[in-house]
């Protein structure tokens, strides 16, 4: 009896658990990350990868442009 009510608490400490998290998670993805932590970082990568397609994009279609001038 002792081992079935300690099998429910550790499935209902891990449900609870990862739906405090996941709920955590979305009230939060809203704010900025600060500067040194690991979110700042993964966001910082995501948008300085963007900026070298972006800009690699852009230097393709100006040479096309100057190609048909």
Do not use: C
Not at 22 to 32: F, P, Q
Not at 43 to 51: M, S
Request: aromatic share 10%.
């Amino acid at each position: 009896m002792n081992g079935v009510i300690n099998i429910v608490r550790f499935i209902t400490f891990t449900v609870a658990g990862l739906a405090i998290r996941k709920t955590w998670s979305w009230l939060v993805s809203d704010i900025k990350p600060s500067p040194g932590s690991k979110e700042f970082e993964q966001e910082f990568n995501q948008v300085k990868l963007k900026y070298i397609e972006m800009k690699k994009r852009k230097e393709e279609h100006d040479k096309t442009i100057r190609k048909i001038r």
